[in-house]
């Protein structure tokens, strides 16, 4: 048998769960716990354009929708990325607002869900390192059991941390062996849970594939040059940040110094890539706002 797949290269996830929506069922269930099961699910962009593979900037997320109309987002996340809230926000936000068109009402709404599984700990001070499962819901401060509306939820599962920690729901905890083990057979062939082992054998069937394998390895080889060439950007921010800092005083050149190399970063990549305000965000931290100004600039 070949060495298998990474189900944590976003090409694969997809596939695992795009061909079989049974499967996205049972993730869905086994992340939302506390939450009543869903039965039937539609995918909205079971598709993947080869073509896109190469493109360093497409995410390879996941839309289905409920019978009740529930709309889902599901990711998988292997990087930690800056602003990562804010881009989570803003993705789910679009979700809610590419709804309704002009003059529809705002009770045709349907709720939206975000499920992403991050392969890093996202939350690392010290009072959150006893915590790996997260529910994000629009609740009041002081009386959380008041709930504005379930329009927006968003779901995290910091799979290393949660690896660490155990004591999960067996149905989840199945799913963060999978997407952390797959590769030791010793101790995939101890889970018993039925979707993760019918996951598990879909991996393998992918993996004996030829032409899955060379459009993971496309999708990963894409990923590494995104990654150097946003390291390359910041590398030249720093550089034009610290000429300019030069040019002022100490304390305060060093500030503008900053500044200006994430200002820089954010102009290279308008002009170099054609990622959105929201991502270029995420890359820099910048507000968004200052990136829409940055680009009538350019």
């Not at 101890?190 to 979707?195: R, V």
Request: hydrophobic letters at 40%; aromatic letters at 6%; one cysteine or more.
């Amino acid at each position: 048998m070949p060495t298998l797949l990474d189900p944590k290269n976003d090409y694969v996830f997809k596939r695992l769960f795009a061909d079989e929506p049974e499967l996205l069922i049972a993730l869905i269930n086994a992340v939302r716990y506390r939450a009543p099961p869903i039965r039937s699910i539609r995918i909205r962009n079971p598709a993947i354009d080869p073509s896109e593979l190469h493109g360093k900037y497409i995410m390879l997320d996941l839309l289905a929708e409920d019978s009740n109309g529930t709309r889902y987002n599901i990711e998988m996340q292997v990087r930690r990325q800056h602003a990562y809230g804010a881009r989570s926000t803003y993705y789910l936000a679009k979700i809610i607002c590419d709804q309704l068109v002009a003059g529809d009402a705002y009770e045709r709404l349907c709720p939206v869900v975000g499920i992403h599984l991050l392969d890093f700990d996202l939350f690392r001070a010290q009072e959150h390192r006893g915590q790996a499962i997260w529910c994000f819901e629009m609740r009041d401060l002081d009386t959380p059991n008041v709930c504005l509306g379930d329009e927006l939820q968003l779901n995290v599962i910091e799979l290393k941390k949660a690896e660490r920690l155990g004591q999960l729901p067996p149905a989840l905890s199945a799913w963060v062996t999978l997407f952390e083990h797959w590769q030791e057979e010793n101790i995939m062939s101890a889970i018993t849970d039925k979707p993760t082992r019918r996951a598990y054998d879909k991996l393998a069937a992918l993996s004996a594939d030829e032409e899955a394998r060379r459009l993971a390895f496309v999708r990963e080889r894409a990923l590494h040059d995104e990654a150097q060439f946003l390291l390359e950007a910041r590398e030249e921010g720093r550089k034009e940040g610290r000429k300019e800092g030069r040019k002022e005083g100490h304390k305060e050149g060093q500030k503008k110094g900053r500044d200006d190399a994430l200002r820089q970063t954010a102009a290279n990549l308008i002009r170099n890539t054609g990622l959105d305000d929201a991502s270029i965000a995420t890359v820099t931290g910048l507000d968004i706002g200052e990136i829409a100004a940055l680009r009538g600039d350019v």
